[in-house]
């Protein structure tokens, strides 16, 4: 078993977790150790020291990754997104919440173990936002991370709760108990917005209805989005979100003036997306059916995040803004082509 320093990163197969595996692997620094629900493909499970095919509840299990592994400090990407977690909201519970707490307890048993602090960077989300209407929506405009913390999905409970449980673990954790150390969980959080990768489509979220429309496009296939063309949310390619997550996790503890940043890039309606596609994409043929549930959720999540915070304290800066994102990230890699930039 490998003993030298590791990271264990969960949810290791997902969108995220695929694009965060390359880029440590890449670097390096640390043994990987990867976790995922289903067996890790092949090539992802390879760019692992070790990979395992198990739940984030096992209480078998996760103690002994921390038993059998130096891990010092952990990714833990594993969830369940706001479109299922809505159809299973107690399914949603279990994993989002209850797979926190294990994977918090045995982080905060590590530190103690090890006489360090262990890193746990936590993906957030816009979806612990709820904005009451879209006139308030509108002027909130940029959300700050204090304000507007009503969700109305099962996603956005679990989510907000565990920022809370994150902040407990490294701030108060067993404050009567003889459980009580000097060493504790050093928990950040991202709050994401809705992602965009070139090599993956997310399954179960909401802001989905956009990486569907730029794959279908991509496809030749006709899309029927199920947002109203004027919906608006912020959103981020895969690349700057993977570089967020390690320039988070590689800042200085002292830097930090908050446990939860926001982190945003760019904000474009669907229909604005859709007309980017259109002048682009030859295949494009998009057209809308709202789905009134899904809608509703999107009516509540932020317009825009303020992510000053994030840049000030730890060099948030994405690379890919609107048109870039599309014409030098996702469109060129979907198609491995080349699209001009001032086409677009
Ligand atoms: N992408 C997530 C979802 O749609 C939101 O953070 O569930």
Request: hydrophobic share 40%.
């Amino acid at each position: 078993m490998s003993k030298r320093h590791s990271v264990l990163v969960t949810g290791a197969g997902g969108e995220i977790g695929t694009g965060l595996i390359q880029r440590l692997s890449n670097e390096n620094a640390f043994d990987i150790i990867g976790l995922d629900l289903k067996g890790l493909d092949p090539e992802l499970a390879g760019l692992c020291t070790s990979s395992y095919t198990g739940d984030v509840l096992d209480t078998d299990l996760v103690p002994r990754l921390f038993l059998d592994h130096q891990i010092e400090a952990v990714f833990h990407l594993a969830a369940m997104l706001s479109s299922s977690g809505e159809r299973n909201p107690e399914r949603a519970f279990d994993v989002n919440v209850g797979g926190t707490m294990n994977l918090l307890k045995n982080a905060a048993e590590q530190a103690r173990y090890l006489e360090a602090n262990i890193r746990f960077i936590f993906p957030s989300t816009i979806a612990v936002y709820g904005l009451p209407d879209l006139s308030t929506k509108k002027r909130a405009a940029k959300v700050r991370e204090n304000d507007f913390l009503n969700p109305i999905t099962m996603y956005g409970v679990n989510k907000l709760s565990c920022e809370h449980l994150g902040y407990y673990y490294t701030h108060h954790y067993s404050a009567l108990s003889e459980k009580r150390s000097q060493w504790h969980v050093d928990f950040r959080a991202l709050r994401f917005p809705g992602l965009i990768s070139a090599h993956t489509l997310p399954s179960g979220g909401t802001s989905d209805y956009i990486p569907e429309m730029l794959y279908a496009a991509v496809a030749g296939k006709p899309y029927t989005c199920f947002a109203r063309p004027d919906t608006r949310i912020p959103l981020m390619t895969m690349p700057d979100a993977v570089e967020s997550i390690l320039r988070i996790f590689s800042a200085p503890f002292e830097s930090l003036g908050r446990t939860v940043y926001n982190v945003g890039a760019f904000a474009p309606s669907a229909e604005e997306v859709e007309n980017l596609l259109t002048e682009v994409l030859s295949g494009a043929d998009i057209s809308y059916e709202v789905n009134e549930s899904r809608q509703a959720f999107l009516d509540t999540w932020p317009e825009d995040v303020d992510d000053s915070a994030a840049q000030a304290d730890w060099g948030h800066a994405p690379q890919h803004k609107f048109k870039e994102a599309f014409a030098e990230y996702l469109i060129p890699a979907l198609t491995g082509t080349q699209t001009e930039p001032t086409h677009l």
